[in-house]
């Protein structure tokens, strides 16, 4: 596939190509006025392929871990930049995934007051949804996700050889957030990917279709909404749950496994609360549950994950928390809901006994 699209943001039109040979490219001809931040794990499995870039002068490799995102690494992150005379004219380059692109696009939004960022994506979640969308988000001590800003790359090249090394859990957590993107695009765009969910682990070309249109459905949204202050919002459908699955377990459920286990749990709620149907948790449940599997009774404590969800950046006033759940029409949308013990009751029933149901 060598595809492009072009995305509006509002520091202008950015392009997403795809190219296989991507990498290849790079290597070949390596930015001098670059100064590259990557995943150390990619650049030792990539060694060979990349070797011209890594022995650019400016290569800082970051093992993407959690802790690595957190603001009090990011003292020696400007260093080494420092160190190698960063200037503004000049651009950062990242190749990994998630954690890599929000270290990246972090910097880039600061550093001199803003320099300019490209990147490579090399997970399946990065390559089919966060690579676009202007967001950086990065930890500040215990709290994920709670320092951020809308800073758009100046280019993405996606190339989908890197998938190739992914760890199976590292797949299905961008399959999970693939299967929220089709929610969000209709019923029947999840039905299709649900019946081609077991190509999505070994058929390149299956795989490829559905980051293209996944990007796609995310492009209209973005461009409408690019500062999530309306219409965007529905992309957190399944990450209140998902998040505080996530800080619940200390990390041991990857992003998009736990976005997985959060829809599932959206679903449930939603019916029990006569707002959706069960018929759509039903519905939805099989490729949910295939996709969250070996996942489905690992301990998620309860009021670890309560105290989490309660503190969600898209919470307004206490005692309600702000969720995005499926009405009885299979569409999704936000709204406030009572933090009560009637609330309180349904997760703590959904997380120890349906979940595993
Ligand atoms: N800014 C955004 O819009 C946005 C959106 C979603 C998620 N995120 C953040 O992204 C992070 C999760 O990102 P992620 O799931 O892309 O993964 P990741 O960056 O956490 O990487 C997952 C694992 O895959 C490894 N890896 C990366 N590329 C590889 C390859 N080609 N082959 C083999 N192994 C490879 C990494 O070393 C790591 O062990 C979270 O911190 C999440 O908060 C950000
Ligand atoms: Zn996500």
């Known amino acids: 596939m060598s595809e492009t699209i072009n995305i509006k943001s509002h520091t202008g039109p950015y392009e997403v190509a795809f190219d296989r040979d991507g990498l290849a490219s790079l290597n070949a001809q390596v930015p001098e006025n670059a100064h590259f931040i990557i995943d150390k794990k990619v650049a030792e499995l990539y060694g060979a392929e990349m070797e011209a870039v890594l022995n650019h002068s400016s290569v800082l490799l970051i093992e993407a871990r959690e802790e690595n995102k957190s603001l009090d690494r990011f003292p020696a992150y400007v260093s080494h930049l420092v160190d190698r005379n960063v200037r503004r004219d000049q651009m950062l380059v990242a190749i990994g995934g998630g954690i890599i692109q929000d270290i990246t696009c972090f910097l880039a939004a600061t550093l001199l007051r803003g320099v300019e960022w490209r990147f490579y994506p090399t997970t399946l979640l990065s390559q089919a949804d966060s690579c676009i969308g202007s967001k950086s988000s990065i930890n500040c001590g215990a709290t994920k996700n709670i320092l951020g800003t809308f800073t758009p790359p100046k280019k993405v090249v996606i190339s989908t050889r890197f998938l190739e090394t992914l760890d199976e859990r590292?797949?299905?957590?961008?399959?999970?957030?693939?299967?929220?993107?089709?929610?969000?695009?209709?019923?029947?765009?999840?039905?299709?990917?649900?019946?081609?969910?077991?190509?999505?682990?070994?058929?390149?070309?299956?795989?490829?279709?559905?980051?293209?249109?996944?990007?796609?459905?995310?492009?209209?949204?973005?461009e409408m909404d690019e500062f999530d202050q309306g219409p965007r919002n529905i992309f957190n459908y399944g990450h209140?749950?998902?998040?505080?699955?996530?800080?619940?377990?200390?990390?041991?459920?990857?992003?998009?496994?736990?976005?997985?286990?959060?829809?599932?749990?959206?679903?449930?709620?939603?019916?029990?609360?006569?707002?959706?149907?069960?018929?759509?948790?039903?519905?939805?449940?099989?490729?949910?549950?295939?996709?969250?599997?070996?996942?489905?009774?690992?301990?998620?404590?309860?009021?670890a994950f309560l105290s989490a969800l309660a503190k969600d950046k898209k919470n307004v006033g206490s005692g309600t928390v702000a969720l995005i759940l499926p009405g009885s029409n299979a569409r999704v949308f936000k709204d406030n809901y009572a933090s009560d013990d009637r609330f309180r009751a349904l997760c703590a029933e959904y997380l120890e006994t349906v979940r595993a149901q």
């Open 240 to 303: 209140s749950f998902g998040h505080a699955i996530e800080a619940a377990t200390d990390f041991g459920i990857p992003h998009g496994i736990a976005v997985t286990i959060g829809m599932d749990q959206a679903n449930w709620i939603s019916a029990q609360l006569g707002i959706g149907t069960l018929d759509h948790y039903y519905r939805m449940h099989p490729a949910l549950k295939a996709n969250f599997r070996q996942y489905e009774s690992t301990p998620i404590p309860l009021d």
């Open 170 to 222: 590292d797949v299905r957590s961008g399959v999970g957030e693939m299967l929220k993107v089709q929610v969000i695009d209709g019923p029947d765009s999840f039905d299709a990917i649900a019946s081609d969910y077991a190509a999505l682990f070994d058929d390149p070309s299956t795989i490829e279709k559905y980051i293209l249109k996944s990007l796609l459905v995310k492009q209209g949204y973005i």
